[in-house]
């Protein structure tokens, strides 16, 4: 774990509402904070670019979001442009529908495209499960296997957009559990990273998901959650190890 738990933050500005102001003013806080990424929708990577030329903090932009259900040529030229506009991580979302079809040459070579897409442009690539949609593990595993044959840098476990029944009722987005963490880390190849997204808001949180095997998180709570750092340890390294 780095000494800033800043570093392993993807800040993300994903919601269909937000405004070019609302990108300019988490991009400043991203640079502030020194994350890891800004996660954006592909319009606003030039803008992203420009704003955080020369800092450590990456463009990282969203691919077939947010139900991966666009053709895999729309994705591999989505990758390229994106690639071409400034963005060095893309985050791509499976086709959900082929996953549960059990299609999985398909899902294979739809993965790949992008993945090759990002490596052939010096980017990293992490692929969405979205995991609130797939019952039992199985799919989850067969989708481990499948990133770290084609190479892929991470996996990742949700939009943040999944929105499915609750037991309480209403709908929501689920998030990263613990169980999908465990075998997210547990089924993907040890060079392959693994991004929680969604529900990981605190520092107390954020630590969880680390001890879970998550090397990057996927927030909006990035704030709160390197303040959460700085309240828990006085500003130094918690004694934990992880």
Same mark, same amino acid.
């Given at each position: 774990m780095p000494d800033s738990i800043a570093r392993l933050i993807d800040h993300a500005l994903l919601h269909p509402t937000l405004t070019d102001e609302q990108l300019r003013e988490g991009?400043?806080?991203a640079l502030g904070l020194e994350l890891a990424s800004v996660c954006i929708k592909p319009y606003a990577v030039p803008l992203a670019a420009k704003l955080l030329a020369g800092s450590p903090v990456a463009v990282c932009t969203v691919i077939g979001f947010p139900h991966g259900s666009v053709s895999? +040529?729309?994705k591999r030229f989505?990758?390229?442009?994106?690639?071409?506009?400034?963005?060095?991580?893309?985050?791509?979302?499976?086709?959900?529908g082929k996953v549960l079809s059990g299609d999985w040459d398909f899902v294979a070579d739809d993965i790949r495209a992008v993945v090759d897409a990002a490596h052939q442009n010096?980017?990293?690539?992490k692929v969405i499960f979205e995991n609130e949609f797939l019952p039992g593990d199985e799919p989850k595993i067969e989708l481990c296997r499948i990133c770290s044959r084609v190479g892929a840098d991470f996996v990742k476990t949700s939009t943040g957009f999944g929105f499915v029944k609750r037991a309480e009722g209403g709908m929501g987005a689920i998030g990263a559990t613990e169980? +999908?963490?465990?075998l997210m880390r547990a089924h993907a190849d040890p060079k392959v990273g693994v991004k929680a997204s969604g529900g990981v808001r605190t520092y107390q949180d954020a630590l969880r998901v680390v001890e879970l095997g998550a090397t990057r998180?996927?927030?909006?709570?990035?704030e709160?959650?390197?303040a959460g750092q700085g309240g828990a340890s006085g500003g130094q390294q918690p004694a934990q190890d992880y």
């Open positions: 991009c400043q806080m895999t +040529d729309v989505e990758a390229e442009w994106a690639c071409r506009q400034g963005a060095t991580e893309l985050d791509m979302v499976v086709n959900v010096g980017a990293l690539a169980h +999908d963490l465990k998180i996927g927030t909006s709570s990035s709160a959650i390197v």
